[in-house]
């Protein structure tokens, strides 16, 4: 997997190993970064730290974009957790699975919806982002985690997107009922 595509990420597999083995960018504050999580592809940690003139040779020599790993599942979503809104445009121009699913956040548009980030959120959604993906134990949808944050200017894109303010699941419910519990007025 590590030989396809480096980028301006170390030249060989052999180098990437050994980077990868002594710093953890998904978990910089353990002292055993490593211990016994797998690496990720080259494109996830690009994403991570916001490097978009690694991820565009990256992408350029074919690298998977929807490839599995890490510790918020893709590439994509990692993008959107920390609104690194040029390489999700990048992502999602490639071929991104702008719906896939795993990990704490469902999806790329509840991982941007949890930290507030607006215009990233409005990029997904404009990408054709479900607005509705239901998933994620505690949150099940964009909108519940939006709420819970109390991130009200995401809140109120949603709705004017036609989130489903009903949608039920997650630990509280419905947005509504999070709401209330809550004390966030979207």
Known sequence: MYKKAFGSF??????????GLLFDPDWPFLENPRESRPMANPLYYASLMGLPRTVEPLLEKGVDI?????????????????????????????????N??????????????????TETVRILLEAGSDINLRGGARYNTALG??????????????????????????????????????????
């Open 145 to 186: 985690i939006a709420t819970e944050e109390g991130h009200k200017k995401v809140v109120k894109l949603l709705l004017g997107e036609g989130a489903d303010v009903n949608a039920r699941g997650g630990e509280y419910g419905t947005a509504l009922l999070m709401a209330s519990l809550l004390c966030h007025r979207p």
């Open 10 to 19: 170390p030249s060989s597999a052999d180098t990437y190993r050994a980077w």
């Open 66 to 98: 929807n490839a599995h790993g890490g510790r918020f599942d893709y590439a994509i979503r990692i993008a959107s957790l920390l609104g690194h809104q040029r390489i999700i445009r990048l992502l999602l121009e490639t071929g991104a699975d702008i």
């Open 100 to 117: 896939a699913q795993g990990h704490k956040f469902c999806s790329a548009l509840q991982a941007a919806s949890a930290e507030g980030h």
